[in-house]
């Protein structure tokens, strides 16, 4: 055995031998010697899961080296602990679709069974193979461990400071049940009850915690493993879309499990005497044991503690699934349409009519909705959106039918004058996507301030007035300055221009809001005019008291 090797054990009594008449207890460490089997699995496993729990991305340590780490946003952190797992060389579609997002993890499996077949071919030939791999065993849970902890606090905060599942909007609340779908009807389950959304949050959290500490680690595990175990299922049976990501971090707690699991079933099933005989190397140098502190602070102090405020910030004043930005106040609400023209022809109430609108709301943000009876594209998406920029933030439509438009407005309150653009693209979620992988990383905020300051304006196409643009002022700017970050500066300088989307532009009047006078063109070109008279509806929800966001 290597002198920085030994085992942590706790003492068993031993027959009493002679040269042993007081019957003293042992704690000798025994290693045993690994049967050929054990040894071939091990070999899989080790570059499986080392595979799984390594990012093997360029856009993630890319992302890493230019992150701004005096202005963090929540997500490059986030980020960090959340990339994508496992050998992706030919898509995840290369099974077929019932296997979608499987597909690396198979071919990770299948590249660690020839790996492993190769290793075991290598430590044949050599002339004294290793009796057993009880430090790399050590090691490949240490980087397990780790890896899922970090993971699942990154997904725990969002639960924990409630955003990832919001409350409902006045667009949400106004739109029929039967006009959800399974997916959408769960998260708004969750969203309605926050401080159930907490406890999961909090369970979440604690496993994660649990992890980090190897005396803890079996706990932590059989937590994480029920807790997303719970979530796996919720995923399929809604069509959440997130079951890919869950399933990872069950697979990870089920390794870690594995090896407490014989000694589980001998204490609990067979109620037999168990001593938890546990393979450590000692770290008997003082550089050693420093580097093993340090690290295990650092990543402590980085997840637990610096990430944790970035994401009360973000629960605060930037929640990543509704817009951020405060709407025109005197326009919030629910409104009835009493009175609608277009191109100066009267359209007489009808629930059956695909041109006139039914309701308008207006959010606490700058959203308008209103309903009307047409089929619409549906966004299957979980509704996360662009993390910056309020239009891509598309919870309020993510899961919604019925006919329901949403649109993202900015307001000229000088001219009383909404410039409005359906927040529905086609192309949203394959951007997302690919921006959640990691992204171009960060840079000096002076440097940024500076580019945004030369940088084209984000309408370039002169739809909005330049007048109307120094009124409306720059989005970016409109939350709490400790919200502020190098991210957030950077990815509305690289924001898309010209995105074809429909547009509105329509002048307002109101005296106290309760009743609001619309006048200008709809997204057909089409002049409209609207009376909005408020519904003062009382709902059977009670308002939340944990909503994210000030407005």
Do not use: C
């Given at each position: 055995m290597s002198p920085i090797e030994t085992i942590d054990t706790v003492e068993r009594p031993?027959?009493?031998?002679?040269?042993?008449?007081?019957?003293?207890?042992?704690?000798?460490?025994?290693?045993?010697e690994w049967k050929t089997y054990q040894k071939v699995a091990f070999r899989i496993a080790f570059i499986f899961f080392v595979c799984l729990s390594i990012p093997n991305g360029v856009e993630w340590y890319k992302q890493v080296a230019n992150m701004d780490w005096t202005n963090l946003h929540?997500?490059?952190?986030?980020?960090?602990?959340?990339?994508?797992?496992?050998?992706?060389?030919?898509?995840?579609?290369?099974?077929?679709?019932?296997l979608n997002g499987y597909a690396n993890w198979i071919f990770t499996f299948l590249v660690a069974v020839v790996g492993g077949l190769i290793w075991t071919f290598v430590d044949a030939k050599r002339i004294s193979s290793p009796k057993n791999y009880n430090l790399l065993y050590y090691w490949l849970r240490v980087i397990v461990r780790y890896r899922a902890g970090i993971g699942i606090i990154?997904?725990?905060?969002?639960?924990?400071?409630?955003?990832?599942?919001?409350?409902?909007?006045?667009?949400?609340?106004e739109t029929n049940l039967g006009d959800f779908t399974a997916q959408k009807i769960y998260w708004l389950s969750i969203g309605i009850v926050p401080w159930y959304q907490i406890f999961a949050g909090v369970v979440e959290v604690a496993a994660g915690t649990l992890l980090f500490f190897r005396r803890t680690t079996t706990l932590g595990a059989i937590?994480?493993?029920?807790?997303?175990?719970?979530?796996?299922?919720?995923?399929?049976?809604?069509?959440?879309?997130?079951?890919?990501?869950?399933s990872y971090f069950v697979l990870l707690a089920g390794f870690l499990i594995i090896h407490d699991i014989p000694k589980i079933y001998r204490l609990l099933i067979q109620e037999r005497f168990t001593v938890p005989v546990n393979y450590y190397p000692a770290f008997a140098q003082t550089w050693q044991k420093l580097t093993r502190i340090g690290l295990k602070a650092g990543v402590i102090v980085l997840f637990l503690g610096v990430l944790f405020y970035l994401q009360l910030i973000n629960f605060l004043y930037d929640p990543y699934k509704q817009p951020s930005t405060a709407g025109v106040k005197k326009l919030r609400g629910t409104y009835h349409v009493t009175e609608f023209r277009i191109?100066?022809?009267?359209?007489?109430?009808?629930?059956?009519?695909?041109?006139?609108?039914?309701?308008?709301?207006?959010?606490?943000?700058?959203?308008?909705?209103?309903?009307?009876?047409?089929?619409?594209?549906?966004?299957?998406?979980?509704?996360?959106g662009d993390p910056m920029r309020d239009i891509n933030r598309t919870f309020e439509i993510s899961g919604v039918g019925g006919g329901r438009r949403i649109f993202h407005y900015q307001a000229d309150t000088v001219n009383q004058v909404l410039y409005l653009q359906d927040k529905y693209f086609p192309f949203q979620g394959r951007r997302n996507r690919a921006a959640g992988v990691g992204g171009d990383g960060g840079q000096n905020n002076s440097n940024t301030q500076q580019k945004k300051k030369e940088a084209a304006p984000v309408y370039d196409d002169n739809w909005i007035p330049k007048e109307a643009l120094a009124n409306i002022g720059d989005e970016n700017l409109k939350i709490d300055k400790r919200?502020?970050?190098?991210?957030?500066?950077?990815?509305?300088?690289?924001?898309?221009?010209?995105?074809?989307r429909n547009r509105m532009i329509l002048k307002y009047s109101t005296t106290d809001g309760s009743r609001v006078i619309l006048t200008g063109t709809d997204d057909k070109k089409n002049n409209v005019y609207i009376v909005l008279d408020?519904?003062?509806?009382?709902?059977?929800?009670?308002?939340?008291?944990?909503?994210a966001g000030k407005y």
């Open positions: 031993t027959p009493i031998a002679s040269g042993n008449s007081n019957g003293t207890l042992s704690n000798a460490p025994i290693i045993a929540y997500r490059d952190l986030y980020d960090i602990a959340r990339f994508g797992s496992g050998i992706d060389l030919f898509g995840n579609t290369i099974f077929g679709s019932k990154g997904f725990g905060f969002t639960k924990l400071l409630p955003v990832q599942m919001p409350y409902p909007s006045l667009g949400l609340l937590l994480l493993f029920g807790a997303l175990g719970d979530i796996v299922y919720v995923n399929f049976a809604y069509d959440g879309g997130v079951h890919v990501y869950s191109n100066n022809q009267s359209l007489p109430f009808s629930p059956e009519d695909s041109v006139r609108w039914q309701d308008v709301t207006f959010e606490k943000w700058t959203t308008l909705t209103y309903k009307v009876n047409r089929p619409l594209p549906l966004d299957l998406s979980n509704g996360g919200a502020a970050s190098t991210r957030r500066d950077r990815e509305f300088v690289e924001a898309p221009k010209n995105e074809k408020k519904a003062n509806k009382q709902y059977a929800l009670s308002e939340s008291t944990l909503e």
